[in-house]
């Protein structure tokens, strides 16, 4: 069975610094990832994905994650934090067949301060 | 143009009620889901439906039943509410072929008093 661990709850960092959050995921073949965020009370939206190719993938607003699978990590990033950064951020994963289900990881509140 | 809509966004009902969620989407996806976000924001599938046939059904109370009427809209009805159903859910979309991107409405935000 599919599973995702974020670390880290809850990620605090100042504004302008580097964005980290880390994404593993456990799979018994190559996965389709996702990174979604979810702003207050708003649905989720797409960051970016990983399906096949290239491992660095970029993202919307900034982010980006590389897709390691000696590592079977995820990790998300982002040169420069902004305040409107400020979110829940949730990795997900699911297996290439179509039309199944996203399994999440737990979430990361991420908090950006002046 | 909203991609995938809910409504309501926010239901308010006491225990033992039978209400509905209804959900559309206008992006020509073939494939819907519901998930349930619980209070701790956990994410976890509910049903799918493609083409109108469930093809996801995981372990939850058969209280909850979707009703897809056609490919644009899959309803979620709830009877006899229960205090733990208390959550946001959420509808969502893909198309076959698109490597599983599922796009997710609002979420409707149910409170069981």
């Known amino acids: 069975a599919q599973s995702v661990t974020q670390l880290g709850s809850h990620v605090s960092v100042s504004e302008g610094a580097l964005v980290l959050l880390r994404c593993n995921y456990s799979s018994s073949v190559p996965p389709y990832l996702f990174w979604y965020v979810q702003y207050p009370n708003q649905g989720l939206q797409l960051l970016l994905k990983?399906?096949?190719?290239?491992?660095l993938v970029k993202g919307i607003n900034g982010f980006e994650a590389e897709f390691k699978k000696s590592e079977t990590s995820f990790h998300l990033t982002k040169p420069s934090a902004h305040m409107s950064d400020a979110a829940e951020y949730f990795c997900a994963v699911s297996d290439h067949q179509a039309g199944t289900a996203l399994i999440f990881g737990k979430g990361t509140t991420l908090s950006v301060s002046s | 143009d909203t991609a995938v809509s809910q409504t309501p966004k926010y239901l308010v009902t006491q225990m033992g009620n039978d209400k509905s969620i209804k959900c559309e989407q206008n992006?020509?996806?073939?494939?819907m889901y519901w998930y349930k976000q619980d209070s701790k924001k956990f994410l976890k599938i509910m049903f799918s439906?493609?083409?109108?046939?469930?093809?996801i059904n995981e372990t939850v109370p058969n209280r909850f039943s979707p009703k897809s009427p056609d490919k644009a809209h899959l309803n979620l009805h709830i009877n006899s509410l229960e205090l733990g159903d208390s959550a946001v859910y959420f509808c969502?979309?893909?198309?076959?072929?698109?490597?599983?991107?599922?796009?997710f409405g609002p979420g409707t935000r149910l409170t069981v008093l």
């Open positions: 990983y399906t096949t190719g290239a491992t």
């Open positions: 969502a979309s893909s198309q076959r072929g698109h490597k599983n991107e599922q796009f």
């Open positions: 992006l020509g996806h073939d494939t």
């Open positions: 439906y493609n083409n109108k046939e469930l093809i």
